[in-house]
């Protein structure tokens, strides 16, 4: 019989297919589906930085225009019934604790310490189980220094897991210029894990009405190898779990990154193309496939094609880069 | 005797949290200044808050007062606790009612925020106009002075009523009491347990109408019975000043706090007595006892129970050694020998001199005065004024106080600068915006004192009356006594200017103290503050030696992450400098009020509240005050120089705030005023104003469309035009193919711009090679002022466009024609004017506009300066406002008399062919008007007519020249919001659509009562929350469009500026040119969304794409050329509702409070906006078939042509 378990930010998970951040949590019936496809854990969509402040402070730009005409001193029902603040993300995540009895991962998306980290504990009082925190940060400004930026990351990190007891665990871009150093500072700093990485609106241009539009497309496979070679490289470098988020849409895929280092492996994209259902479909790809090769657990092939374990690591180095630009030949 | 709890209420809630806790049933329609009351009471409801009996009371918002009082008639037949709440015309629209419900000796007790009656003019303000038109109808009146009587009262008042059977209007001064803020000793439930009786309770239940126990009432009697029926009450009547003197008795023994039907203060044996009720006799009460303490025999009888009206109980509160009474009314009975009060006491003393129970030896004399119409002030001064002229040998009678009349000469003169105010009493003046949030942080600056302090406490709040950019005064008052000042402060120890720009339009200083203290938020620091200072206000900080502070609290506020929220700021520099509390005391104090405020907001707001409180001292200046004025300029004049004397002498002075010191001779006699005054009023308000970039420009005109204060213009001229303007003036070629050779602006007026941003928010024309700058981008108004008003007097000069000449009127050009309604005090980005103002733009310069109440009214109508203008020929919109609920009454009567005219006119016209001639007169009968070149051409035979007449003899020809202008035809529109279209005047509306005369109806919908605050109207969508709709209204909002259409003959539009503007400017056309009934229904966006208006637009167009406000055009016409009479103009829904909904505040509240019911809303929402349009467009199919005359099928045109 085939063994899936993994270790997951101190959880002892069934398998490594977790369903991740995304819509596909947002209803109640939703998460229960994934639960009956057997999702081992469940990740909620996040909670902006920039949502958290904007609803607060909406609360200040509604009063611009209170107590200043005679007849009207308000626009709106009385504040107490105004629950302004994203308290509805607490109450799903109430709700989604009660639905199901899997570990419920909350997720908060910031980059900047402020106000807005205080929810990473109204999230563990609420009954998160984890909390992944997605350090999403477009620094353009000049004058800000990739140290700094680092330093920020760090500091939001230390922060929430100071103020929580729940495990944290990161979820990264891959825009770092040393993201080895940088995992191992949020390591240090307390996280629990690394999820790498997360995917993002992307602005596009229209050139008819000099517009930006933001779009996001599902992943497909195509990303997978990215962050294949960064948890190459990270596996053995931190002392907390690994997981990979993106690219990943099939049994095959979860074994690339089992084997690469992985802990965990979230799921969107392919789950929103076929249905919560297809987490089933996956888990059996991964058994059959471990059992046609003779693999009887994840643990021994973890990492077993990580930097530092894989028969060429210059495939995962510079090199590599070198040697696909010296065979590419133009038709 | 329990301590009771002490808390900070303002009038509006210490009456209301009576009502509530006593009363099963509450019907209510908004009105100020009651509608809080209301409010409050359906908060409490919706948040569970039970009455007294453990049951939270049924609330019911009714579709007028007349609604509300039906309502609340039917739950008391029905064994029901009930109240109301309501003021001015909301209790005339519930007399019938109460006749009803005296008469069946139902108890019952409304509560009353007293308001001004409108007569010439409209007014939100208080005095007892209102509760005086109830006198007959047989309630007894409960006045209360006060909020701690409001709340006292109120309670009497529903022990009295149950106990006596008559049912009870109590009643306290509008805005002087419903809005003063003030610490008071609450009513506990206990309190009210032990006050009300059970037993009158369960007798009120027996009575109640049951098949059970059924009984008939409401019965119609004839003379043989009537009559005596009439009488058969009579013993509860009789009764019930002695039951309310029992409860009086009652309430003293619980709570300590006694009260008589009357009350007497002052000397005990004064000889000059003032007999009054309201806030005023508090006033009164304070200035009787400065001069009793002064020496002198003077008193004051306060009345409390005014209806039934004890005489003996009056009589004994009077002193015996009584030698002259004036009788004070708040109110005016023209043609009646006295006001109501006067007859009242008169009557009463004569009676009981005759009855042998006056104590008089010889009868005082009673002088009757009137004073504080309309909230006007009723100061010390004035009270010393009436006792003053009660020493008199002959005291004038039926005088005034508070005003100079110098026209009929009746009002006391008053010394202005008198202050009795004791020393121990802290007094602080903050000047405001309404915007920066003052008004909130002095609210909760009381409560602070007020609950952390033994201080008594008092707040009271001055608005203006615009919607944008509203200057707001407070006025706060700390004291070791229950604070009697009715009256606005006169000498203030603190004056805090929040606006820098204040100190060269309002004499802030007016008020301060000598010696007090001057706290102004400067973005000039410490030592350069003072040279920017106008002359006069240096002076008077000299002359009063006040000690000078700065802040620059923008700076603060904006570092700390709160925008233009100086509030918090000026608060903490409020508390440092004068010393009510111990300043870390008071720091702590705030901060804790501010996580009590904003702790379901979250963390964030709090957190960047505290770094703006703990910045703020550090910021704060004293400013070195040199020892002469330096300034080199003067405060700059109200208005300009070339401003109608009218206005410099009137109006000029209602804008500087000294309206108050106006003699009646000023003003017109019968509230007939000029329009076009908002031109001189230069509010300066926009921090940032657009500016036009010729280049780029696409000359659209979107953005002059979309303009809701007509601040920004264009203007198509012939070149040699330019001749002489201004350098900085910009002029392009005009591009277009009918007007060839021509040039072309858009100018922005600067100072009347409020800097909405719609402009450039609707801009299409990006600069290619650097699209973030638009051909209208917005730039500091500052830098711009000077020059940009020259430009704009340049640009108000050019030539208009030729009206006759334009043609088709489109979107484009419509823009071009002068718009006739300008510069209103309407919101900055408000959905509604931009209608308005195409309005005038199409057809001004002959429309008549009749505006039902609301925000058009206010914005429309509101003194000082009002929007209306006309054009170069004189010529422009005639506007009236009659009331809330008759507008479609009102309009369709003016429709009526210009009719009348035309027939009238034409009749003299026929008679006198033969001199006349009778080409003239065919060409003027059969003239066509059916656009602006047709109605060019039959204005010029107009002229030519009156010409001719002043050669013609006879009474026939002098009539016809008072005639002659209504043979160009009149537009005709009722304006008018929501809340008039869908509730309160529905029926009028439908009456006169269904008239078939030829009026057009533009209905204003922000799908809320808007002026009042954001009450839900049966126009309120399916989903939104709203004020009485808290928890998002489950029921679809009503299709006014479709019950039109119903009738057939009604041209229907529904349109949205921002969806398609020219869709707007088509329907106005249409609606307008059409010959029966119109009925236009345009979509507003609004401030009570809850959501920035820059993106007002926006949300229009997914409005109309999500299906939620479809766009269409119903035309009777089409009819006989075989179409269907509906078009559509917008397309089934294709953005998801959702995306409309959650980016306004109205709707996303919902979603934040209970998701699961969002969703459910949501769905429910999209289902039936998908039914509607699917009904919309199965309509927009069908041709109607055609019948003629002996009603067999006609044959289709179509099929004709074939």
Not at chain 1, 224 to 249: D, E, F, I, K, M
């Amino acid at each position: 019989m085939t063994n899936l378990n993994t270790p997951y930010l101190g959880f002892d998970l069934s398998h490594p297919l977790i369903p991740g951040a995304s819509p596909l949590s947002d209803t109640i019936d939703a998460v229960r589906r994934l639960e009956d496809a057997g999702a081992p854990a469940i990740t909620l969509r996040s909670l902006f930085e920039e949502q958290i402040e904007r609803d607060q402070m909406a609360a200040l730009r509604a009063e611009t225009h209170e107590q200043s005409f005679a007849e009207a001193l308000t626009f709106f029902p009385t504040p107490q019934s105004f629950v302004f603040g994203p308290d509805e993300y607490l109450e799903h995540l109430r709700r989604v604790k009660v639905a199901v009895s899997v570990p419920v991962i909350a997720s908060l998306n910031g980059a900047t310490p402020g106000g807005w980290l205080e929810y990473a504990q109204l999230m563990e009082h609420a009954g998160a189980d984890a909390l992944e925190l997605n350090l999403y940060r477009v620094a353009f400004d000049p004058a800000l220094s990739s140290q700094a930026v680092e330093r920020e990351a760090v500091e939001v990190v230390r922060e929430v897991v100071r103020i929580v007891k729940i495990p944290v665990a990161v979820k990264l871009s891959p825009f770092y210029s040393s993201l080895s150093q940088f995992a191992l500072q949020l390591d240090e700093a307390g996280a629990k894990g690394l999820v790498l990485f997360n995917r993002f609106y992307q602005p596009d241009i229209d050139p008819e009405t000099l517009d930006l539009n933001r779009s996001l497309h599902l992943s497909d496979a195509r990303e997978l190898p990215l962050r294949l070679r960064w948890l190459g490289a990270l596996s053995g470098q931190t002392r907390g779990s690994l997981a990979v988020s993106g690219g990943v849409h099939s049994g095959r895929d979860a074994i690339k990154a089992v084997m690469a280092g992985a802990h965990g492996v979230q799921v969107v994209s392919a789950l929103l193309q076929h249905g919560p259902d297809h987490l089933k479909a996956m888990r059996k790809q991964m058994e059959d496939w471990m059992g046609e090769f003779e693999w009887e657990s994840l643990e021994p092939m973890r990492g077993n094609m990580s930097l530092k374990r894989c028969p060429d690591p210059a495939a995962y180095e510079r090199a590599n880069y070198v040697q696909m630009l010296q065979s590419f030949r133009p038709h | 005797m329990p301590q009771a709890r002490r808390i900070v209420v303002d009038g509006n809630e210490a009456a209301a949290a009576v009502a509530h806790r006593l009363s099963e049933v509450i019907a209510i329609y908004p009105i100020t200044p009651s509608s809080t009351m209301g409010e409050l009471a359906d908060s409490w409801a919706a948040h569970g808050r039970p009455n007294l009996w453990g049951a939270v009371p049924q609330i019911m918002e009714m579709q007028s007062e007349a609604g509300a009082a039906g309502a609340v008639h039917g739950a008391l037949q029905a064994g029901a606790l009930a109240t109301t709440f309501t003021a001015s015309q909301g209790l005339l629209l519930m007399i019938p009612n109460m006749y009803k419900i005296a008469g069946e000796l139902t108890p019952f007790c409304m509560h009353v925020a007293a308001r001004t009656i409108a007569t010439h003019a409209l007014s939100i303000f208080g005095d007892h106009s209102d509760v005086m038109a109830c006198r007959a109808t047989g309630f007894a009146m409960l006045c209360s002075s006060s909020v701690q009587e409001a709340q006292d009262m109120a309670a009497i008042a529903h022990m009295a009523t149950l106990r006596s059977r008559v049912p009870f209007l109590h009643f306290f001064d509008g805005f002087r009491t419903s809005h003063e803020v003030a610490k008071i000793q609450e009513l506990s439930d206990d309190d009210l347990r032990a006050l009300v009786s059970d037993k009158a309770i369960y007798e009120h239940r027996l009575r109640a109408l049951t098949p059970d126990r059924p009984a008939i009432r409401g019965t119609a009697q004839n003379p043989d019975a009537f009559f005596q029926a009439r009488e058969a009450g009579n013993l509860f009547h009789s009764a019930c000043a002695g039951l309310v003197q029992e409860a009086m008795v009652h309430f003293g023994a619980l709570t300590g706090r006694s009260y008589d039907l009357f009350d007497y203060v002052g000397h005990p044996e004064a000889e000059r007595v003032i007999v009054m009720m309201g806030s005023g006799a508090e006033t009164a009460h304070e200035t009787i006892d400065d001069m009793v303490a002064r020496g002198e025999k003077v008193g004051l009888v306060k009345v409390r129970l005014f209806h039934p009206f004890d005489k003996r109980a009056f009589v004994s509160a009077l002193p015996k050694s009584a030698r002259a009474l004036a009788v004070l009314d708040r109110t005016k009975e023209p043609g009646a020998v006295g006001d109501p009060m006067y007859l009242e006491v008169l009557a009463a003393l004569r009676e009981a001199e005759e009855e042998g129970i006056s104590a008089f030896k010889a009868s005082p004399k009673v002088v009757g005065g009137r004073y504080g119409l309309s909230s006007k002030e009723f100061d010390p001064p004035m009270v010393k004024a009436v006792f003053a002229n009660l020493a008199e040998g002959k005291p004038r009678n039926h005088f005034t106080v508070g005003i100079v009349d110098d026209v009929t000469h009746l009002s006391l003169p008053w010394e202005v600068e008198l202050d009795i105010e004791p020393p121990d009493v802290k007094r602080a003046i903050f000047y405001g915006l309404g915007a920066d949030g003052t008004v909130g942080a002095n609210k909760n600056s009381i409560k602070i004192i007020g609950e952390e302090t033994s201080f008594f406490t008092q707040g009271y709040f001055v608005y203006d009356s615009k919607k944008s950019g509203a200057t707001t005064v407070s006025h706060l008052r700390f004291g070791p006594r229950p604070i009697r000042s009715a009256y606005l402060i006169k000498q203030a120890d603190f004056v805090a200017c929040h606006q820098f720009e204040f100190v060269d339009k309002i004499d802030v200083l007016e008020r301060a103290a000598p010696g007090g203290v001057f706290l102004l938020n400067s973005p000039h620091g410490p030592n350069e503050v003072w040279d920017q200072l106008p002359r006069e206000v240096q002076a008077t900080i000299l002359k009063k030696r006040l000690r000078f502070y700065v802040i620059n609290a923008v700076k603060v506020a904006r570092d700390a992450g709160m925008g233009g929220r100086i509030n918090t700021v000026m608060q903490v520099c409020f508390f440092a400098l004068s010393g009510v509390l111990p300043r870390e005391e008071a720091i702590a104090e705030i901060k804790r009020a501010i996580e009590k405020t904003y702790s379901k907001r979250g963390p964030e707001v709090i957190k960047k509240n505290f770094a703006a409180v703990d910045d703020s001292l550090a910021h704060l200046y004293e400013v070195p005050v040199p020892s002469a004025v330096s300034a080199t300029r003067g405060r700059p004049p109200i208005v300009s120089d070339r401003a109608p004397d009218f206005v410099k002498r009137v109006t000029a002075m209602m804008m500087s705030g000294k309206g108050d010191l106006l003699p009646v001779s000023a003003f017109p006699v019968d509230g007939v005023w000029p329009t076009g005054t908002a031109q001189w009023e230069k509010r300066n308000l926009a921090i940032e104003i657009p500016v036009w970039d010729a280049k780029v420009c696409i000359q659209c005109n979107q953005c002059a469309m979309v303009c809701p204060h007509a601040a920004i213009r264009a203007k198509v001229y012939p070149p040699e035009a330019l001749k002489g303007a201004p350098s900085t003036f910009k002029s392009d070629d005009y591009r277009s193919k009918e007007m060839v050779g021509q040039k072309y602006t858009i100018q922005v007026a600067a100072e009347d711009c409020t800097g909405c941003g719609l402009c450039v928010h609707i801009c299409p024309a990006k600069d290619r090679t650097n699209p973030r700058h638009k051909a209208i981008d917005m730039a500091p108004q500052r830098p711009l002022r000077e020059a940009e008003r020259e430009n704009y007097a340049f640009f108000l000069d050019l030539p208009e466009v030729d009206r006759a000449a334009l043609g088709r009127v489109e979107l484009k050009t419509s823009q071009f024609l002068q718009p006739l309604f300008e510069y209103s005090g309407a919101c900055a980005g408000c959905g509604e004017t931009p209608y308005i103002k195409a309005l005038t733009q199409l057809f001004g310069d002959r429309a008549m506009i009749a505006n039902a109440t609301g925000c058009t009214s206010i914005y429309g109508g509101n003194l000082p300066t009002t929007p209306y203008t006309t054009n170069r020929d004189g010529r422009g919109p005639a506007w009236a406002n009659s009331l809330f609920e008759d507008n479609a009454e009102f309009g369709l009567g003016m429709r009526l008399a210009l009719d009348a005219h035309l027939m009238q006119a034409t009749h003299a016209l026929q008679n006198l062919r033969g001199q006349i001639g009778g080409t003239l007169v065919a060409e003027i009968l059969g003239g066509g008007q059916e656009d602006e070149a047709a109605i060019a051409v039959q204005r010029a035979r107009v002229r030519e007519l009156k010409s001719r007449l002043q050669n013609i003899q006879g009474a026939e020809a002098r009539r016809l020249e008072t005639m002659a202008d209504y043979f160009v035809p009149k537009s005709v529109w009722l304006v008018g919001g929501d809340g008039w279209a869908y509730d309160i005047g529905f029926g009028g509306l439908d009456h006169v659509l269904a008239s078939n005369r030829n009026i057009n109806v533009l209905v204003l919908d922000t799908e809320v009562y808007s002026n009042t605050g954001g009450q839900q109207s049966k126009a309120t969508p399916l989903g939104a929350s709203a004020k009485f709709a808290e928890a998002g209204k489950e029921i679809p909002k009503k299709d006014l469009g479709l019950l039109a259409m119903s009738y057939g003959h009604v041209y229907v539009a529904r349109i949205a500026f921002g969806a398609k503007m020219a869709q707007t400017i088509q329907a106005l056309q249409e609606a307008e040119a059409y010959p029966g009934p119109s009925l236009v229904i345009a979509y507003a966006h609004c401030i009570a969304h809850g959501y920035d208006m820059v993106n007002g637009v926006d949300q229009q167009k997914l409005a109309a794409s999500s299906g939620i406000w479809p766009l269409y055009r119903y035309d009777p016409r089409r009819v006989a050329q075989g179409q269907p009479p509906l078009h559509l103009d917008s397309g089934p829904p294709k953005t998801p509702l959702s995306e409309y909904v959650r980016n306004e505040g109205r709707f996303k509240v919902i979603e934040k409070s209970d998701p699961e019911r969002f969703k459910r809303l949501l769905k429910n929402s999209e289902r039936v906006t998908r039914q509607r349009y699917a009904v919309y467009q199965q309509l927009a199919g069908i041709t109607v078939p055609l019948y003629d005359t002996a009603g067999q099928p006609a044959q289709k045109p179509a099929e004709e042509a074939k």
